[in-house]
């Protein structure tokens, strides 16, 4: 079985801009949860969604905001990035225990 | 004060030798207690997961948590240069909100 996967693997933004970060979960798990890890530090829990609800948020600003599909997949977005954005952001899924496996990440460059 | 407090190192260790990695948490509602191991630049993987507390055992690793002290521990025996790694703590609370709490990590280094 594949893992969890995202995508894009990295991308560079400017100030101001919009960005769209992708996960696709393990196949059967329907949680998908994302985290921004900044360098140095461990990650910090931004969203949860399950069964395309949310059912937990972060302490992160209305700039930042997810939705999950009827598939399971589940899409981050940011928008106004601003440099402090920039960070290695990880999907993570789970099934209903409370295990959580993580993606390999999409790494966001904000200059 | 964090929820989850650990050692950030960097930790060095000659090969062969045990180590032990420990983080101090303050939330008496963690119940499920992981061991994440995180190579530069790529996501955390998981290598150990215990309920409650207690041990277990899962080759040259150990996963140790005793909840009445908020304290867990991770033992590595036979320590290899592969092992260098930064080595991150994570616990959570029961149900259906699932928001794992991370340490800062404890970089280890296993010198050949």
């Known amino acids: 079985d594949a893992g969890v996967t995202q995508s894009p693997t990295h991308l560079i933004k400017t100030r101001g801009q919009h960005v769209t970060l992708r996960c696709s979960p393990i196949?059967?798990?329907?949680?998908v949860s994302w985290y921004q890890q900044v360098l140095g530090q461990g990650p910090q829990f931004i969203f949860q969604?399950?069964?395309?609800?949310?059912?937990g948020r972060g302490n992160f600003p209305d700039r930042f905001s997810a939705r999950q599909f009827p598939n399971y997949s589940s899409e981050l977005n940011v928008n106004a990035l601003l440099l402090g954005d920039s960070a290695l952001y990880l999907c993570?899924?789970?099934?209903?225990?409370?295990?959580?496996?993580f993606g390999q990440g999409t790494r966001l460059t904000v200059v | 004060q964090k929820e989850v407090e650990q050692d950030p190192g960097p930790l060095s260790v000659p090969e062969g030798a045990i180590v032990s990695l420990n983080c101090t948490y303050s939330?008496?509602?963690?119940?499920?207690f992981m061991w994440y191991r995180q190579y530069s630049r790529k996501g955390p993987e998981l290598l150990m997961y215990t309920y409650s507390s207690g041990n277990k055992e899962d080759g040259r690793f150990t996963a140790q948590v005793d909840k009445s002290s908020k304290y867990i521990s991770l033992f590595i025996r036979d320590s290899q240069p592969s092992d260098s790694a930064t080595y991150l703590c994570a616990m959570s609370a029961p149900g259906g909100y699932q928001k794992v709490t991370f340490g800062t990590g404890t970089k280890l280094q296993v010198i050949p």
């Open positions: 969604y399950y069964e395309k609800e949310e059912r």
């Open positions: 939330n008496s509602a963690f119940q499920y």
């Open positions: 196949s059967g798990h329907k949680s």
């Open positions: 993570a899924s789970s099934d209903l225990g409370d295990t959580a496996f």
